[in-house]
């Protein structure tokens, strides 16, 4: 896959979710949980997903171009969409940001890419399950519990939209204002989910617990970036020691890199993990506000 050591490890990360995913869901079908078939089709959306993101759907042109902005990713990458191209080459023009905040931007402008192609996939989804559900004839109650789980894929899809414009409309005013330094949240995935947990059905009291556990959230995240950062330098290194022939330096240099490869799987696992539970949480609080 020609993957950076930080892809590989996030690679791992996502793949571990997935497996787990998957072992549920097993428990659940062998208890008759999932008779209308929705958890299984959400799994399988979700390795598209994956596969998608680390060029794995045998599509030549569906892998990034493999960086990581911790090097040169503010520039070997694309981001698809004439706009978002429009807007970030005229922040990396405006002498608005320093170095340290263009890298953060890029993040974001990458967030909202990542998005973007899950929204997609979501779509091409609902429309060839529409497509079947179009040809039955002969209405039954199976198909009505599909019809119900189509309702679903469609809250799911308007959410995700929302999500995109909302992100975009930031991304439009960050690029031409600069940070706002008296800004709450930095990270675009904890931004996401400040702004959609505001439009959520929360109390005050509720809301004002889910800020302090974003407020974790983000530190979580933080300390993840830092490993990743650690991780490529020591992959640099490791590639380096390689050919000098020093085989005590090489092997001290193979045990940090394995150490460093392991936390940023480790932690990477539990950001995805406590971004799922956040996500959920919000959404039911979203599909309440619709009932």
């Known amino acids: 896959l020609h993957l950076s050591a930080v ?8 793949l571990k979710i997935q497996e787990k995913d998957e072992l549920s869901w097993k428990k659940l079908k062998a208890e008759g949980l999932d008779e209308d078939g929705e958890k299984e089709a959400k799994l ?40 978002l191209e429009k807007l970030w080459s005229k922040a990396k023009t405006s002498g608005k940001f320093s170095d340290e905040e263009l890298d953060k931007l890029w993040r974001e402008f990458k967030h909202h890419k990542e998005k973007i192609r899950e929204y997609n996939i979501l779509l091409e989804t609902v429309s060839r399950t529409e497509d079947i559900h179009k040809n039955v004839i002969n209405p039954s109650e199976e198909n009505l519990v599909k019809e119900e789980i189509l309702h679903s894929k469609h809250r799911e899809l308007k959410e995700k939209l929302r999500s995109i414009n909302q992100g975009f409309e930031r991304l439009r005013k960050v690029s031409h204002q600069g940070y ?24 005050e009291k509720e809301l004002e617990s889910f800020r302090e556990e974003l ?6 995240i933080e300390k993840h970036h830092h490993y990743q ?15 000098t022939g020093d085989k005590d330096h090489l092997n001290r240099n193979k045990e940090k890199y394995a ?27 979203l599909q309440h506000n619709e009932l």
Not at 63 to 82: A, F, H, M, R
Not at 215 to 220: C, N, T, Y
């Open 7 to 14: 892809k590989l490890a996030e690679l791992h990360s996502d």
């Open 44 to 83: 399988r959306r979700n390795l598209n997903v994956i596969m998608t993101k680390y060029g794995m759907n045998g599509k030549k042109d569906s892998q990034l171009v493999d960086t990581n902005y911790i090097k040169d990713g503010t520039e070997s990458d694309t981001l698809d969409d004439p706009r």
């Open 180 to 203: 706002d330094t008296t800004s709450e949240f930095e990270e675009p995935r904890v931004i996401d989910l400040w702004d959609m947990a505001k439009s959520a059905n929360f109390t």
């Open 215 to 220: 407020k974790h959230f983000e530190a979580k």
């Open 229 to 243: 950062k650690q991780l490529e330098i020591s992959h640099q290194k490791l590639k380096h020691v390689e050919g």
């Open 259 to 285: 150490m460093l490869q392991e936390k940023t799987k480790e932690l990477g696992y539990k950001v995805k993990k406590h971004l799922q539970d956040l996500s959920s949480r919000i959404s039911q609080g």
